[in-house]
């Protein structure tokens, strides 16, 4: 045999605010992209094309677990040779690791006919959110498959949930040059919350999947506001409020960090907002002495998927 | 001047499972009416005219708050009668004092010429859930003015989004005698969540939304699970998880504790899921000696009413 596919899987905006661990958003154009071949024998080889430095050792790749995962899920074997020709920064908190993770899953099951569900996908890709975080997460890598506004309602078993997608729904989104470990972001966080604010979050929580089946864009930005995460996270990004501030006086209808950080994105219904809104977020860093690189991006409806060759 | 309403305002269901504290739902037929008549004047008498007992000191009765702080709100000024003609009994956990705020409240608004907008009648009958529980509650209060099924997304301002009630969604609720302080139900549970728990039930709200809005049934069922109050609040009620056991064997969709009990009732989409439902509870309580009042009763979406008089 020999069989080869070229595919995409999109970056994504865990948590969305309120939906802190339960929530995710796929974006469109920015992603990752693979070559993946297939043939005779039994092996994983993975060529980086791009400037991005990944691990020298395969087995910490997220890519190689993917991999493996998608054996030991169907029984098939196979050698697999992968290019790496496009890659999110690691670290970036646009869920840089789902990227990969996702198009290597999708990839595999697009090489062996399909045998794989759409959420058995996502599974095989939460291997490689293990490797990279630690822990099974769907957050980055469900939407990044799945395309869209996803929901993880629960994980045992995993049920997501595909959520609307607004017609216009913009996102002005800014990388700054700021190291904050995914880690550290997660150890941070109280083991315990108050009652009252994981109340007001779930109001939150309920506000937010309102707002997008209804398509009521004040109350999805009144309801993305995170009471849990956000008041302990926000320290590692220099200027939050006064840079939140900003961004909803220029029309924007949230501001939020994007999964654990350092990125954090504006949300709005106009494009022309968001264009604003990615100016502010350049000068904000820029002001400060931070490098910084800025999208302005469509929520997207297609998650991961073949390009041509 | 003399004016005379009789008005009706239903039983309702607070927190839906997941939704503690910013769910809750309007049941049909079952409530509390109020006839209420102005006159020229200033002062307030209550006539209890059911079997139900009512505090004898009327600073005490949910009523006359209700009244006076429509007068606050409003400005205006009047002598108000009140004969209480139907009373839902205090403590069953299906909102008796939120149907009188609601009843009084709405009734209220009616007598002046509606000078209240609806979300100001819900805040004036919240006055009367600070008297019976020491908070500004809306859990009742909301669905028992407005109908249907209303999320609470906060408190800061009041924010009430009216949720889709699927077509056809019964209720078969059961009102056990046994007494339980909803002061003491609120003591109980700890003043802090772990995060975890708390995760899951947001996803839980997020599912539970994202439910009711695409009429999912089974979606609805599987997100109700409360991690945060039943775990503490089910002890006391007597054989709950063998009850919850043998109501989902028969069908039915959830089984969850009405606001802070002792009522539980099981949801379903079939009328005769919710019969056979409702037997199950009886025989449950009967069983083990308590007495025990079934409703087999739909979703109302209609909240407080005018009726004739």
């Known amino acids: ?68 995962k998608f054996f030991a899920m169907t029984g098939l074997q196979a050698q697999i040779d992968v290019r790496v020709c496009q890659k999110i920064y690691p670290g970036s908190g646009i869920g840089s690791s789902a990227a990969s993770s996702a198009a290597a899953a999708y990839g595999m099951n697009e090489l062996f006919g399909g045998p794989l569900s759409e959420e058995e996908v996502v599974i095989c890709a939460m291997e490689g959110e293990n490797l990279a975080s630690g822990g099974y997460h769907a957050d980055n890598a469900a939407p990044a498959v799945m395309g869209g506004i996803i929901l993880i309602r629960g994980y045992e078993p995993l049920d997501l949930i595909q959520l609307p997608v607004p017609g216009n729904f913009y996102c002005a989104m800014v990388h700054p040059g700021i190291v904050v470990s995914t880690k550290e972001a997660r150890q941070i966080l109280p083991k315990e919350v108050p009652l009252h604010d994981a109340i007001r979050q779930w109001g939150n929580v309920g506000g937010l999947v309102a707002g997008l089946y209804s398509g009521n864009i004040g109350l999805i930005g009144r309801a993305m506001q995170d009471y849990i995460a956000e008041p302990h996270r926000k320290q590692f990004i220099p200027g939050f409020d006064e840079l939140r501030a900003k961004l909803l006086d220029a029309g924007a209808m949230a501001m939020n960090i994007s999964g654990s950080g350092p990125s954090v994105f504006a949300l709005t219904d106009r494009r022309e907002i968001a264009q604003k809104a990615s100016e502010i977020l350049l000068a904000h860093f820029n002001g400060r002495g931070i490098e910084a690189e800025t999208y302005v991006v469509k929520v997207s409806n297609k998650g991961a998927k073949l390009l041509a060759q």
Chains 1, 2 share one sequence.
């Open 1 to 68: 045999m020999r069989k080869k596919v070229r595919v995409f899987a999109p970056a994504s905006i865990a948590n969305m605010g309120c939906g802190f661990d339960v929530m995710g958003l796929a974006l469109d154009e920015v992603g990752d992209i693979l070559e993946m071949t297939a043939t005779d024998g039994e092996g994983i080889s993975i060529l980086n094309e791009t400037r991005v430095p990944l691990p020298s050792d395969i087995e910490q790749n997220v890519i190689t677990r993917v991999i493996r």
